[in-house]
């Protein structure tokens, strides 16, 4: 199974602060087909999860341009660009190329 | 609009079945390259992908748990199913049916306790 290591698994930010998360995958996330399925979620306190980023970098339609993804192969980054009290919550980073499709551990962003 | 809603039964006993339906609106599982999938979520934990079902009806399982998931649809009616045989405490958790291999739209989770 792809596994996929989260760093670090706690942030803690002020408010307006950019702010990184990386996701490590112990295999390419390189599809034959060419895509590269990983993308990013949200889950905000008891909430289920939402969707931000899919195929690496595209931002899923409503979600605020201060988040943004990069990445290829097995590294790949989540940045928020001046945090705001709404992103708390905990990030995950998920893999739909390779099955069984598999999640990060997470990374929970807080306030400092 | 899209929506998914899940059901089950909120608790049952170890050893029994769990059974799921997941109710969705605003697209159809008939069309080509859609799924449904489910991911389970032990409190304060990580979330954990279970199985998903394809619009052809292909279906894909956790291997860590394969032997006691079945994955089913009912097209006309826009339901998916999971059922997990042999339940144990371990799997206590909100279970929560996502569309597509992108996860973009969730459910709300439905909390399943499993005790004697």
């Known amino acids: 199974d792809v596994v996929l290591t989260q760093t670090p698994p706690t942030l803690s930010a002020t408010i307006g602060q950019s702010v990184s998360i990386s996701c490590r995958s112990s295999?390419?996330?390189?599809?034959?087909?060419?895509?590269?399925?990983l993308n990013w979620l949200l889950q905000r306190p008891g909430q289920p999860p939402q969707l931000l980023i899919y195929?690496?970098?595209r931002l899923e339609s409503g979600v605020p341009n201060r988040f943004s993804g990069s990445g290829s192969g097995t590294d790949f980054t989540l940045k928020i660009s001046g945090v705001e009290a709404e992103d708390l919550g905990v990030y995950y980073c998920?893999?739909?190329?390779?099955?069984?499709?598999?999640f990060g551990g997470g990374t929970k962003l807080e306030l400092k | 609009q899209v929506t998914l809603k899940e059901s089950g039964p909120g608790i049952l006993q170890p050893s029994q079945t769990l059974s799921l339906t997941c109710s969705f609106s605003?697209?159809?599982?008939?069309?080509?390259?859609?799924?449904v999938g489910w991911i389970r979520q032990s409190s304060g934990k990580g979330l954990e992908w279970l199985a998903n079902?394809?619009?052809?009806?292909?279906?894909y399982y956790n291997p860590s748990l394969k032997n006691r998931l079945t994955i089913s649809k009912d097209t006309s009616n826009n339901q998916a199913f999971l059922k997990i045989t042999n339940m144990d405490t371990a799997d206590t958790a909100t279970y929560y049916c996502?569309?597509?291999?992108?996860?973009?739209?969730w459910g709300q989770g439905v909390m399943v306790t499993v005790s004697s």
């Open positions: 079902i394809w619009w052809n009806d292909d279906k």
């Open positions: 998920v893999q739909s190329t390779h099955a069984p499709w598999t």
């Open positions: 295999q390419s996330l390189l599809h034959s087909n060419g895509n590269t399925y």
């Open positions: 996502a569309r597509n291999w992108a996860f973009d739209y």
């Open positions: 605003g697209f159809s599982l008939s069309t080509y390259g859609m799924c």
């Open positions: 195929l690496v970098s």
